[in-house]
């Protein structure tokens, strides 16, 4: 593999990360100029490092080269948007995807329809124009938006998925009450939802 080629595009991919990132602050500050509530609790970006890069080439049976992690390994660049509530996920992926320089490249929404696990977020790809010296490229970021509950969820679902010292009906049981769990989490933040734009609308 051409490592220059390499290190050049994860720069690329850092800097798309950079330019999505401002954008979701930039929103979220005009929101709460204008509505008085922010919809997004927090950001968290990452860049995949390439223990677990390579790990998904492998996986997904790709050869290791430049050409196939450019052109299947979309989640190089990434941002976890964690909200309050789960109309605040659907507003920040609106407001985002509404921009002339955002590409929609693929959307999962496993908040309508949740994962066997019990799992649940809205995942976007999209792609951004990063300006270089050498011109622009459009270059992909993976989002992952989710609610707070849906977050500490997650964490803990795949602190269990990855623990091998835990016996098999240990790990079935906590799977099966965390399923519920996760059925009960979904149910409260649409309640809580519901209280909140209620006690809005008072206003
Ligand atoms: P990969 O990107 O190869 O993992 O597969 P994909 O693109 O088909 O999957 P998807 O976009 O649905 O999910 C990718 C990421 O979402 C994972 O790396 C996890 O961070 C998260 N995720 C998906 N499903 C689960 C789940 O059941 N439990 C937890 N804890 N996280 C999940
Ligand atoms: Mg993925």
């Given at each position: 593999?051409?490592?220059?080629?390499?290190?050049?595009?994860?720069?690329l991919?850092?800097?798309?990360?950079?330019?999505?990132?401002?954008?979701?602050?930039?929103?979220?500050?005009?929101?709460?100029?204008?509505?008085?509530?922010?919809?997004?609790?927090?950001?968290?970006?990452?860049?995949?490092?390439?223990?677990?890069?390579?790990?998904?080439?492998?996986?997904?049976?790709?050869?290791?080269?430049?050409a196939?992690?450019?052109?299947?390994?979309?989640?190089?660049?990434?941002?976890?948007?964690?909200?309050?509530?789960?109309?605040?996920?659907?507003?920040?992926?609106?407001?985002?995807?509404?921009?002339?320089?955002?590409?929609l490249?693929?959307?999962?929404?496993?908040?309508?329809?949740?994962?066997?696990?019990?799992?649940?977020?809205?995942?976007?790809?999209?792609?951004?124009?990063?300006?270089?010296?050498?011109?622009?490229?459009?270059?992909?970021?993976?989002?992952?938006?989710?609610?707070?509950?849906?977050?500490?969820?997650?964490?803990?679902e795949?602190?269990?998925?990855y623990?091998?010292?835990?016996?098999?009906?240990?790990?079935?049981?906590?799977?099966?009450?965390?399923?519920?769990?996760?059925?009960?989490?979904?149910?409260?933040?649409?309640?809580?939802q519901?209280?909140?734009?209620?006690?809005?609308?008072?206003?």
């Amino acid at each position: 593999m051409d490592l220059t080629d390499f290190v050049s595009y994860y720069q690329l991919c850092q800097a798309a990360v950079n330019e999505v990132g401002t954008k979701l602050e930039n929103l979220d500050a005009d929101y709460q100029l204008h509505n008085a509530h922010n919809p997004i609790h927090h950001m968290e970006a990452r860049m995949k490092d390439a223990r677990s890069l390579f790990r998904k080439v492998k996986a997904h049976d790709l050869p290791l080269t430049f050409a196939s992690i450019h052109d299947h390994i979309y989640d190089i660049g990434g941002i976890r948007v964690i909200c309050n509530y789960q109309a605040d996920v659907y507003t920040v992926a609106e407001n985002l995807l509404a921009q002339s320089d955002i590409t929609l490249i693929r959307q999962k929404d496993s908040i309508k329809t949740p994962k066997a696990s019990g799992y649940r977020s809205l995942h976007l790809v999209v792609s951004v124009p990063v300006f270089q010296a050498k011109g622009v490229k459009n270059t992909p970021v993976e989002i992952q938006l989710r609610t707070v509950g849906m977050d500490t969820w997650a964490s803990l679902e795949h602190k269990l998925r990855y623990k091998t010292d835990v016996d098999a009906d240990t790990v079935a049981h906590y799977a099966a009450q965390l399923h519920q769990y996760a059925d009960e989490m979904d149910h409260m933040e649409l309640g809580m939802q519901a209280i909140f734009h209620a006690l809005s609308d008072q206003k």
